[in-house]
């Protein structure tokens, strides 16, 4: 069975940190590239940083570029999305995706963690 659950979630004020972790299970970790992407109340799911199957290709949105940082360990089959300098813009459910580095109608999402930036 294909799990992906996110932690670490939770209320930060503004210029805060947050780290956020997704551990998977049920499927080839290492054949994945691993994503996070978040939804805003009323907007579009939207792409946050993507991580190759082997980590060696990173990719940020230019709206979290120099303050959020996504790395993957796979021998524990986990992807963490370290946030600094957060914004209350950057308030949204943040979810973990998988993608099959070479099938890409093999992909699972988590069920999501809320992150909240409010003074």
């Known amino acids: 069975q294909v799990q992906l659950v996110e932690s670490g979630g939770g209320l930060v004020q503004p210029g805060g940190s947050l780290r956020l972790s997704c551990a998977a299970s049920?499927?080839?970790?290492?054949?994945?590239?691993m994503s996070w992407y978040r939804q805003a109340p009323g907007k579009e799911r939207e792409l946050v940083a993507t991580?190759?199957?082997?980590?060696?290709?990173?990719n940020y949105a230019d709206s979290v570029k120099g303050r959020f940082t996504i790395s993957r360990d796979n021998a524990k089959n986990t992807v963490d999305l370290q946030m600094n300098s957060l914004r209350p813009e950057d308030t949204a459910v943040y979810y973990c995706?998988?993608?099959?580095?070479?099938?890409?109608?093999?992909?699972?999402w988590g069920q999501g963690t809320q992150v909240t930036v409010s003074s």
């Open positions: 995706y998988a993608r099959h580095r070479i099938v890409a109608q093999y992909n699972y």
């Open positions: 049920g499927f080839t970790f290492s054949n994945y590239a």
């Open positions: 991580a190759t199957s082997t980590g060696d290709r990173i």
